[in-house]
């Protein structure tokens, strides 16, 4: 599950630093984990932040909302909700130290580790906040070579990963209105069953995407190699020079 900061987390919700605040003081949003002095949400509160925008837009104001959330946390009905709400966002992720990176803070390739979520800058210190990158970047000797390499496999998988998410989302819809129906809850003894599914279809599409991405590297892989080296002997650059 992504975390953000309050600039952040303002960004992605369109919801203003202040209201963020305001609704937190007044209830309607759950209180971030806090590590030292940083605040940090997740998608629970993004998702909690996109309800509440819907609610006021259709005319409700944030006493009348707090007052539901309020009544609504207390029983089971939200419960059940907040159940599947979190199944749907996945299990909350491991937190990692952060990891220092040995770039340029003012190099492009910092600017967009930072645009894509994956680092902060501390001081004048890179800070890479995506644990299993930072684990793998901890072992290398050439921190921006690696860098420029993982910036071309984000540009590069953003589409295909939005494509994937929707089939999953659509997947859920579908399940959700063959089970319950529109505008119902679950009934508890349905809420195990629901989360299995959801935690099935989520790793179904970890999968795929796993397999896919390990079937065609080494399909590209294979004719690159061949391309290579058949460039090598058909050139003559294999011979090494002599004395």
């Known amino acids: 599950?992504?975390?953000?900061?309050?600039?952040?987390?303002?960004?992605?919700?369109?919801?203003?630093?202040?209201?963020?605040?305001?609704?937190?003081?007044?209830?309607?949003?759950?209180?971030?984990?806090?590590?030292?002095?940083?605040a940090l949400y997740d998608d629970y509160h993004l998702s909690q932040l996109?309800?509440?925008?819907?609610?006021?837009?259709?005319?409700?104001?944030?006493?009348?909302?707090?007052?539901?959330?309020?009544?609504?946390?207390?029983?089971?009905?939200?419960?059940?909700?907040?159940?599947?709400?979190?199944?749907?966002?996945?299990?909350?992720?491991?937190?990692?130290?952060?990891?220092?990176?040995?770039?340029?803070?003012?190099?492009?390739?910092?600017?967009?580790?930072?645009?894509?979520?994956?680092?902060?800058?501390?001081?004048?210190k890179v800070m890479l906040i995506d644990g299993d990158a930072a684990e793998i970047l901890a072992r290398s000797p050439d921190h921006m070579r690696y860098v420029r390499a993982l910036l071309r496999f984000v540009d590069a998988a953003d589409k295909s990963f939005d494509l994937l998410a929707e089939a999953f989302v659509d997947s859920l819809v579908e399940l959700y209105q063959a089970e319950v129906g529109p505008g119902y809850l679950p009934k508890p003894e349905d809420m195990g069953r629901l989360r299995q599914v959801v935690a099935d279809y989520r790793l179904l599409g970890e999968k795929v995407m796993a397999s896919r991405f390990d079937q065609a590297t080494r399909r590209l892989m294979v004719a690159s190699a061949s391309d290579y080296t058949a460039g090598i002997l058909l050139t003559g650059a294999w011979e090494r020079p002599t004395g």
């Open 50 to 124: 996109n309800t509440i925008s819907q609610l006021l837009r259709k005319g409700y104001n944030s006493a009348h909302i707090a007052e539901f959330f309020t009544s609504m946390r207390q029983g089971e009905d939200l419960a059940d909700i907040l159940g599947l709400q979190r199944a749907v966002l996945g299990p909350e992720s491991e937190h990692h130290d952060r990891s220092t990176l040995a770039i340029d803070p003012d190099s492009p390739e910092a600017r967009q580790l930072i645009t894509h979520g994956m680092a902060e800058m501390v001081g004048r």
């Open 1 to 38: 599950m992504a975390e953000y900061r309050l600039e952040d987390l303002a960004r992605e919700s369109g919801v203003s630093t202040r209201n963020i605040r305001a609704y937190r003081e007044r209830g309607l949003l759950d209180p971030p984990r806090r590590v030292g002095r940083s």
